[in-house]
């Protein structure tokens, strides 16, 4: 995700309670954020849910939340891969 600028401070102190509540979610299986090196803007963010009804609840949840407004200016650019079981 890209955070504007002027909106980067704001987003660095909520960020922790954000990775917690998502952390907290029934299906979370992995949440993690990294902030770029070389773009103190950009953070790279990996999840992973049991299936796609939990990432769906997710999304929801996020929408919804203060941490939904909170980042409403922000890009995100993602890739999402639904992994088959064998």
Known sequence: MKVPLEELE??????NE???????????????????SKNKCIFNV???????????????RVKTSSWGSLTENVKRVYKVEELGTN
Not at 18 to 36: A, D, L, M, P, Y
């Open 10 to 15: 704001t987003i660095e102190e909520q960020l």
């Open 18 to 36: 954000h990775i917690q509540n998502t952390r907290n979610e029934v299906g979370c299986i992995e949440f993690r954020v990294e902030q770029s």
């Open 46 to 60: 990996f999840e992973m849910f049991v299936d796609k009804d939990a990432f769906v609840l997710h999304q929801d």
